[in-house]
């Protein structure tokens, strides 16, 4: 496999224009946390979305916070579809169209429901469901064990980890490592473009499996 990236190591590189170099169907899953979309028509206020600003004025034109145009080579890359996304809920519908509508997917909603979500005194809902977007074509197998199959998971909100990483928006590791272990095998290849904290790498190597 041809590529100046080596498996099981990490790259502080610009995504977009890295996965180019990655070979097409060479990864086995996806598993990513796009930067978030928090206020309807535009990237929001967060420190993610302010970076997300940047980048559309410097370098491409972004929607719903990030370029989607990375879909594509999501596609080109894996073997078969097969890719987990964590994203907000006013990038739902653009996420989901692309991969139902245009590429014929199955779909299930996962949720990180918190116990200890931020209170709210203006005239909206509470902040406490995180929402990840999983999709596989035909011929994608899941594995066995009851266990795994959970669709929703339940903690506080992740402080420890966001304040001993320095990361907003850090996951729990053994939801993380649920899924990859649901829809993987050992020795597979996991593949997150919008790394962060590096969960989801960190679960790749508990389960044996590879990550770019």
């Not at 145009?69 to 989901?96: G, H």
Request: proline share 4%; net charge neutral.
């Amino acid at each position: 496999m041809k590529t100046k990236y080596e498996l099981d190591n990490i790259y502080c590189v610009d995504c977009y224009e890295a996965i180019k170099d990655i070979p097409d169907k060479s990864i086995d899953c996806i598993y990513t946390d796009i930067p978030y979309l928090y206020v309807q028509g535009g990237v929001g206020h967060s420190e993610l979305g302010n970076r997300a600003g940047r980048k559309r004025e410097q370098l491409r034109p972004i929607s719903d916070g990030i370029d989607f145009a990375i879909f594509d080579d999501f596609c080109r890359v894996l073997k078969r579809i097969n890719v987990f996304i964590w994203c907000s809920r006013l990038q739902m519908l653009s996420v989901m169209k692309y991969f139902i509508e245009n590429k014929g997917c199955s779909f299930e909603l996962l949720t990180w429901n918190k116990t200890n979500p931020i209170p709210q005194t203006n005239n909206a809902w509470l902040p406490d469901i995180e929402y990840c977007l999983y999709f596989r074509e035909a011929g994608v197998r899941l594995n066995d064990g009851y266990e795994l199959k959970s669709k929703w998971y339940m903690s506080g909100a992740n402080k420890t980890d966001k304040d001993r990483f320095e990361h907003p928006t850090c996951k729990p590791l053994s939801f993380v490592q649920r899924h990859i272990q649901h829809a993987t095998n050992e020795s597979d290849i996991v593949f997150d473009p919008f790394a962060g904290s590096g969960t989801s790498l960190v679960a790749a190597k508990n389960l044996g499996r590879h990550y770019w």
